[in-house]
DNA sequence: TATTATAGTGAATAGTGATTCACAATTCAC
DNA sequence: GTGAATTGTGAATCACTATTCACTATAATA
């Protein structure tokens, strides 16, 4: 039977999901084009309706990625107006959005995106260079309200950051959920706050 | 012409090696048999004769991963008698092995590995697990010795320790080699020390 | 309502790449 | 040196999958 019929816009949004969901679930490797539109409801050649190919498609996850991660810094800026106290949040935030979406570490290490030319490998840096460079405003606002350390980097900081979160979210995907985000990190953001903290 | 006749150890070697320098200059969506093959100086249905097939090659590629960490632990265990400075070591073993062996974060991450059965994404947790642990042990034994906070958790400090290695490899090779590495790590691995140090 | 742009379909194409196999050369054991 | 085991070769196969295209149904618009 045939599908109903949508507008572009929400087909991109769908196929983008879909992409993400078959590769968390399968990993990169099983992403074919059947399956993102079998998952879609449509017929693999329908997707050239809404995408130039692919390659395309894989780009719309990232720019998916792109827009959750921004997504959590402006709700926890929101939340909370202590700049550690963001940080804690925006960690939080983001172990969940992992756990949620299995699909980004295996999206941000593979090479299938490095197309020189579009981005590709430096599309997934400019980001991950974004999520740094709020990072950074956050540690040097925190520094402005003594709550941080004056003497530190926040260019520094803001890698060391991303330390105390990627391993957990690694281990844990690595393990299949067996790791245990949660009592890590109880025990690990004392350690970050004590480096940090003045 | 006819390559000359090698036994399988040898080739074997060869192969994984071959392996490992393709997936770090082209990526592992570029791994094919022929370029593996090409590299050798074989043709893609020698590669029979050593491995069982693809799956199988790449394996070998995470075992010669796993004897190179290993043999990291080993040296600084040698090179040094302080539990601290033998972690400071490790981490700079860490950083130029993956500067030299860019497939390294590429098989981590990969799914091409996946396959529940012989283990893939369980073989690379087992890896990790197991430097992880190490590092458990020099931390403990740095306590011991009065060097390192007693009141820390050990595992939780080994995963924090992967976090101040993993993000500027990552970042390193991501940015194609302009992230500076050693100018970030001079200033990050003191607020380690100070984090951990008694 | 008639026309047109939009979205969906199924079949065909075409390239790629892993794997198999019968055969040839080489090395090894005896 | 002779036979067996090992390693290398090239052609053939086989599956998979991205992409194209002519055609059809549906929604939008005038």
Do not use: C
Request: overall charge positive.
């Amino acid at each position: 039977m045939r599908a109903e019929k949508q507008n572009t816009a929400t087909r991109r949004r769908q196929i983008a999901l879909a992409a993400m969901g078959i590769i968390a679930r399968q990993g990169l490797k099983e992403l074919n084009l059947s399956a993102v539109a079998r998952e879609v409801g449509l017929v693999p050649s329908a997707l050239y309706r809404h995408f130039k190919g692919k390659e395309e498609i894989l780009q719309a996850t990232l720019t998916l990625i792109r827009e959750l991660i921004l997504e959590n810094l402006r709700i926890v800026t929101r939340e909370s107006p202590s700049p550690l106290e963001q940080l804690r949040l925006l960690m939080r935030r983001h172990l969940t959005m992992i756990q949620e979406f299995q699909a980004i570490p295996r999206i941000v290490f593979s090479d299938e995106i490095s197309v020189p030319e579009a981005g590709g490998k430096k599309a997934v840096y400019k980001i991950i260079r974004g999520l740094l460079g709020q990072v950074s405003l956050l540690v040097a606002r925190g520094q402005q309200m003594g709550q941080v350390k004056p003497d530190l980097d926040p260019d520094t900081v803001s890698v060391i950051y991303l330390g105390f979160i990627q391993p957990p979210a690694i281990l844990w995907y690595l393990s299949q959920g067996n790791f245990n985000i949660d009592r890590h990190m109880k025990k690990a953001w004392p350690v970050f706050e004590e480096a940090v903290k003045l």
